[in-house]
């Protein structure tokens, strides 16, 4: 499929399991990004990537790990899920910093017992 | 699909009447903005932007304005559609990096009525 896609959906995990959410964009863009989002705090950054094996820190990256090998993929793994992260997450990408859109995938809404 | 928020403010329009959202943006050094409008159940969509060397921006029934001064930013929709019902929020550039570092607001409810 063509654009920015998230695995899985729906996501139900017990505190403490690592669990891993995917992300894959069929543009190359160079620039990846991952955000949360909360009733009341909007999309915050966890981590952002602007290239393959390059990534760095967002506003919102502990219990958070990143990877990204390949250009088109850019995971994220909570290493041992607690409550708190259960939220909505997004994964963008956008070509370029001269390019402006950034677009979003569908989300994958995750949830920890 | 994903809720966004259910206690979100709300905005209530008639179909055919203009809308109005504002936001409130936190960083005078902020030189790049975005509206987004988030669908239930998909991702944020770019509406439109502008930079802070502008006032005004014009797009397809859609206008943003810039007000650096009491750092306040609208969007203006033309001519409501019952399409257009969703949550719209805006994001500021805060980093040096540019494009890398927004802060996105917690976003606004619009309904269309009948």
């Known amino acids: 499929d063509a654009g920015i896609t998230q695995s899985p959906r729906y996501k139900i995990t017990e505190t403490g399991r690592q669990v891993t959410l995917m992300c894959h964009q069929t543009w190359s863009h160079s620039y990846m990004f991952w955000y949360r989002q909360d009733l009341g705090h909007g999309l915050r950054l966890i981590y952002y990537?602007?290239?393959?094996?390059?990534?760095d820190k967002g506003e919102v990256p502990d219990g958070y790990v990143v990877s990204r090998s390949k250009t088109e993929n850019f995971p994220l793994t909570l290493e041992s899920a607690t409550r708190s992260q259960t939220s909505v997450y997004f994964c963008?990408?956008?070509?370029?910093?001269?390019?402006?859109?950034?677009?979003f995938g569908p989300g994958t809404r995750l949830t920890v017992l | 699909g994903e809720s966004v928020g259910l206690h979100l403010p709300t905005l209530s329009v008639q179909e055919g009447d203009n809308s109005i959202i504002n936001c409130a943006y936190s960083n005078s050094a902020s030189d790049y903005f975005i509206w987004y409008k988030q669908e239930s159940g998909k991702g944020p969509q770019f509406i439109i932007d502008i930079r802070s060397n502008m006032d005004k921006r014009q797009g397809q029934r859609v206008t943003v304005l810039l007000n650096k001064t009491v750092k306040h930013l609208s969007l203006q929709i033309a001519a409501t559609q019952p399409g257009d019902s969703a949550v719209y929020f805006c994001?500021?550039?805060?980093?040096?990096?540019?494009?890398?570092?927004?802060?996105f607001g917690p976003g606004t409810r619009l309904s269309v009525l009948p």
């Open positions: 994001a500021e550039n805060i980093g040096a990096n540019y494009g890398q570092n927004f802060v």
């Open positions: 990537s602007a290239a393959a094996d390059i990534t």
């Open positions: 963008a990408s956008r070509a370029g910093l001269e390019s402006d859109e950034q677009f």
